[in-house]
């Protein structure tokens, strides 16, 4: 017999489909080993290489960022505070301005109502002097036109 004609001897229950999912297996096979160069090992390393060496400088920029932050943090802290402080003094700066606003309103109004009182006592002593000078005057009248001694 010749080569083509000896055949392994299959076991009797395997089927055609377990032949062809192995046959598709060593194709799988061969194609991974082709697809792979004999260099990849050190391609992977190198990549690697290069993605500690990213991820340390990462590190690095993201400490840096977070003494930064908190620089920033402390400043901001620092102006709330200053801002706090100088808005309570001017709010106790403008509670003594209305407190001293609403004293000298009282005051004013007081001087109001004593000049009110007072112009009211000139107006009644001037009506009391120009009383007289008016009766006075038409008495002088009624003697010039009606002659009367």
């Not at 977070?66 to 509670?95: C, I, Q």
């Amino acid at each position: 017999m010749s080569e083509q004609q000896i055949k392994e001897p299959v076991a009797p229950y395997t089927t055609a489909a377990i032949e062809i999912e192995e046959k598709a297996r060593e194709q799988a096979r061969e194609i991974v080993q082709i697809q792979f160069p004999p260099y990849f090992e050190r391609f992977l390393e190198e990549r690697d290489r290069r993605f500690s060496s990213d991820l340390a400088h990462l590190r690095v920029e993201i400490q840096r960022i977070r003494e930064e932050l908190g620089v920033l943090r402390a400043e901001m802290d620092r102006r709330f505070a200053e801002a706090k402080e100088e808005r309570e003094s001017l709010r106790a700066e403008m509670d003594r301005r209305f407190v001293e606003a609403k004293e000298e309103r009282k005051s004013l109004r007081e001087d109001i109502l004593r000049l009110e009182q007072r112009m009211d006592t000139h107006l009644r002593w001037i009506l009391g002097l120009l009383f007289s000078v008016i009766l006075g005057i038409l008495a002088i009248i009624f003697r010039v036109f009606f002659g009367v001694p």
